[in-house]
Nanobody, 124 residues
Framework: QVTLVESGGGLVQAGGSLRLSCTAS?????????LGWFRQPPGEEREFVAA???????YYTNSVKGRFTVSRDNAKNMLYLQMDSLKPEDSAVYYC?????????????????WGQGTRVTVSS
């Protein structure tokens, strides 16, 4: 079993930055996992934000391209999401996710492990 814990959320003004972190613990073979970030805005469905595969290739939803950067540190079992130029529409609960194979996917149903989420609020 793998446990994921997000941190780094909070309140920030539009145009500001936040860095989310996700720590994995348990029976991890972290270097082989595909990893992703998802978010759920208030009153909406959860949606894909970014992903990184075991080969460090990255993928982003169009609305965050050029503003967000996903990265991983396999030695530390860590996943990060650097969020710059934040907009009020980025406000959401952000979740990290991991899957037992190395490829990345935008489909949340294909992830095996989830964190509990961290809230990001961007004020205008």
């Amino acid at each position: 079993q793998v446990t994921l814990v997000e941190s780094g959320g909070g309140l920030v003004q539009a145009g500001g930055s936040l860095r989310l972190s996700c720590t994995a613990s348990g029976r991890t073979y972290y270097s082989i996992y595909g990893l992703g970030w998802f978010r759920q805005p208030p009153g909406e469905e959860r949606e894909f934000v970014a992903a990184i595969n075991s080969g460090f290739a990255t993928y982003y939803t169009n609305s965050v391209k050029g503003r967000f950067t996903v990265s991983r540190d396999n030695a530390k079992n860590m996943l990060y999401l650097q969020m710059d130029s934040l907009k009020p529409e980025d406000s959401a609960v952000y979740y990290c996710a991991a899957r037992n194979i190395g490829s990345a996917t935008i489909n949340e149903a294909e992830y095996d492990y989830w964190g509990q989420g961290t809230r990001v609020t961007v004020s205008s």
